[in-house]
């Protein structure tokens, strides 16, 4: 596997094109066992994002071109529960080199749909999947794809998370409220906003 | 509609919740009393019109004097008592109490057709919940669609017994009741039968109305499209007092 997140060992062509202004959050996102949602609801903040560019910079993310995972970040968003062996490396990348952890919409807090298989056994799921609900030449992948975990994850049942915002996906406000908390140097308290399903 | 005046024996006691000094009737609860004066205290178990069995323990309180956290719904309010409904202690207990309601079985509220008018999804927000510190069991639960109008969805219950109060004391079918322990305790109906098949269920809906989440839900609900009403409760609880 040679995903992003798996390469987040800094190198000289790991910085950003380029570096973040000074006076300036940096922040990464990515998203893991998700939907992209919660991504998009982060672009739902619309003409908020112009006043946001001043204040953050997107240093790696989907929305953005860099390829790597700077060595040092302000503030890192996930989206998506830990479901496989890549999600992991990705958290654990993320932990690592971002100083404030951000657990996004309800896959990320509580695993919401994708722990929906969490009751049943991962042959099982497998077998479903790829083999009773298939037509044609059913088989299943195994190369190229990272391994299933047994157990779908919240984020925090792999590493620390220092806020979590719930929703599924949390709405724009939500997100917006909790970037100008965090901005402002306060902590923002998400569950006044947000709950789970939302 | 009022209740039946209190017989002449009945003294009025004073005492003080959360600073505020308050009089009520000797024989009324402290969670009566304080949904009376709109002191919020969350609660789960607890139905005006149904009888009262303290067990999800959401509405405790501390009571000046007596070391250990009461139940607001079992315990009458008494002269002279200084009762605490707010401290950090209580906010702690209730805040784990609804956190493990989540991890005991499978809620996944974006998807359920109770999304958005669901009593568990309030109490989460109403107590700080806003993710789940113990791990989930993800053992799975059955779900009964054998009812034409009805199912029971037991990944969802939060066995308050609501169900099982108003079928027997409201409505007089006794349908429902409650089975095994532990974990494997579920509600049921009749002797463990398929809904479907009950020869004692009127299909009067009680039940499902009064189910706090989306586990009594009416066939044919898609994600959020369940919204219960519980307004005939009290009224008909008051009637039934006064025959
Ligand atoms: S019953 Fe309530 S808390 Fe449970 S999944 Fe449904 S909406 Fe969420
Ligand atoms: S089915 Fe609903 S009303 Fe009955 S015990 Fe479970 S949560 Fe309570």
Not at chain 1, 110 to 138: C, S
Not at chain 2, 22 to 35: K, Q
Not at chain 2, 171 to 186: F, L, P, Q
């Amino acid at each position: 596997m040679n995903s992003p997140a798996t390469t987040a060992a800094p190198t000289a062509a790991a910085q950003p094109a380029t570096p973040p202004a000074p006076g300036k959050i940096t922040v990464a996102t990515t998203w893991l066992d998700g939907c992209s949602g919660c991504h998009m609801s982060f672009l739902d903040m619309d003409e908020r994002l112009v006043d946001l560019a001043d204040r953050i910079h997107i240093v790696y993310s989907p929305l953005v071109d860099a390829k790597d995972l700077p060595e040092q970040v302000d503030l890192g968003i996930l989206e998506g529960s830990v479901s496989n062996e890549e999600d992991l490396h990705k958290v654990k990348a993320f932990r690592k080199h971002c100083k404030l952890l951000v657990s996004l919409g309800d896959c990320a807090v509580n695993g919401n749909v994708p722990a929906m298989r969490n009751p049943f056994k991962l042959d099982a799921v497998i077998e479903r999947a790829y083999r009773e609900n298939v037509d044609h030449n059913p088989q299943i992948p195994t190369e190229g794809v990272p391994r299933l975990l047994k157990t779908v994850l919240p984020l925090h049942a792999v590493v620390p998370v220092d806020v979590f915002i719930p929703g599924c996906p949390p709405c724009a406000d939500a997100i917006f409220y909790v970037l100008s908390e965090l901005i402002a140097g306060r902590t923002p308290d998400p569950i006044t906003v947000t709950r789970f399903g939302a | 509609m009022p209740l039946p005046a209190p017989s002449a024996s009945v003294r009025v006691v004073t005492f003080k919740i959360d600073g505020q000094d308050l009089s009520a009737r000797e024989d009324e609860s402290i969670l009566e009393v304080c949904r009376e004066h709109k002191i919020p205290i969350p609660s789960l178990c607890w139905m005006e019109g149904l009888s009262v069995i303290g067990a999800c323990r959401l509405c405790v309180v501390e009571v000046a004097g007596v070391p250990r956290l009461l139940a607001a719904c079992t315990t009458r309010v008494a002269e002279g008592m200084e009762v605490s409904t707010d401290t950090e202690k209580l906010r702690r207990y209730r805040r784990t109490l609804v956190e493990m309601l989540f991890a005991e079985r499978n809620h996944v509220c974006s998807v359920c057709v109770s999304n958005g008018h669901c009593e568990l999804q309030w109490l989460a927000q109403t107590c700080g919940v806003d993710h789940v510190r113990m791990p989930y069991r993800n053992a799975g639960y059955a779900l009964d669609s054998s009812h034409e109008m009805f199912r029971v969805d037991h990944n969802r219950c939060v066995l308050c017994t609501r169900c099982v109060r108003v079928c027997d004391e409201i409505e007089g079918a006794h349908t429902w009741d409650v089975m095994g322990r532990g974990s494997d305790c579920k509600v049921i109906t009749d002797l463990a039968q398929p809904w479907g098949d009950s020869t004692t269920c009127t299909s009067c809906g009680k039940c499902v109305q009064v189910c706090p989440t989306g586990a009594l839900t009416k066939q044919g609900t898609s994600a959020g499209e369940m919204v219960k009403d519980q307004h005939f409760l009290p009224i008909l609880a008051r009637r039934r007092h006064i025959r």
